[in-house]
């Protein structure tokens, strides 16, 4: 198993590009995520979704958007790049987030996107 | 507002020594309480979780310490060695709800 792949490893965008940041898991699983991380803020979740279809908000979204057409994928878009989003982001994937006991609810990281909006 | 509070932002430790980080939150419907170990260059990795039915979880040389009462819990690492240099994340859920709640993240130094 590859886990849970990103690409690409570094991106530099100028303010007002537009880019996609590429996510995959090959685990099967249901629950995947985007996070962002700054320093001194730990991780904020952008966005998560549940299964293929079905996706919602997390802390900070303004700014991004998903969809999950497949398992497997989960994109995060940058429809308009400002400075403020230069982060490291990184994807995550899980069989049950927080499930009940005896689930497993491990969440798999990727090994991030360093992102710079100049 | 950071629903999940950390401490300390950096931590420097002696070999053999015993580190603690403290984690404290706010909201009472968190049931699940895992701490994330992450080294540079790499995403997180989950290390050791906790649900609020027990107080105390050991995993080898860590320890998570759950003091449901004071809404605090904690990460202790027992004779810490060079290799566990990293950033260490607590994090808090709902189970069900499907998001994580990180803390502010301790860079945890262990001096050889």
């Known amino acids: 198993n590859a886990g849970v792949t990103q690409t690409p490893k570094f991106q530099v965008l100028k303010t007002g590009q537009s880019m996609t940041l590429q996510c995959a898991q090959d685990?099967?699983?249901?629950?995947m995520s985007w996070y962002r991380q700054d320093p001194g803020m730990g991780l904020r979740l952008i966005h998560y979704?549940?299964?293929?279809?079905?996706?919602d908000q997390g802390e900070v979204p303004n700014g991004y958007n998903v969809s999950r057409s497949t398992t497997e994928d989960f994109p995060l878009r940058l429809l308009s790049a400002a400075p403020s989003q230069t982060s490291v982001y990184f994807c995550?994937?899980?069989?049950?987030?927080?499930?009940?006991?005896?689930?497993?609810?491990?969440?798999?990281f990727g090994p991030g996107t360093r992102l710079t909006v100049l | 507002q950071q629903q999940v509070k950390q401490s300390p932002q950096s931590l420097i430790v002696q070999k053999g020594g015993i580190p603690i980080i403290n984690c404290a939150y706010e909201?009472?419907?968190?049931?699940?309480f895992p701490w994330y170990q992450q080294f540079p260059g790499k995403g997180p990795a989950l290390l050791i979780a906790?649900?609020?039915?027990?107080s105390e979880k050991k995993e080898g040389r860590f320890t998570i310490s759950f003091n449901k009462s004071a809404k605090q819990f904690s990460l202790h690492i027992m004779d810490s060695q060079p290799g566990d240099s990293a950033t260490y994340f607590c994090?808090?859920?709902?189970?069900?709800?499907?998001?994580?709640?990180f803390g502010q993240g301790t860079r945890l130094t262990i001096n050889p």
């Open positions: 995550a994937s899980s069989y049950d987030l927080a499930g009940g006991l005896g689930t497993t609810d491990t969440q798999y």
């Open positions: 685990m099967n699983h249901e629950y």
């Open positions: 979704s549940v299964g293929a279809g079905i996706t």
């Open positions: 909201n009472t419907a968190f049931d699940y």
């Open positions: 906790i649900r609020p039915d027990v």
């Open positions: 994090a808090a859920a709902i189970q069900g709800a499907q998001k994580l709640v």
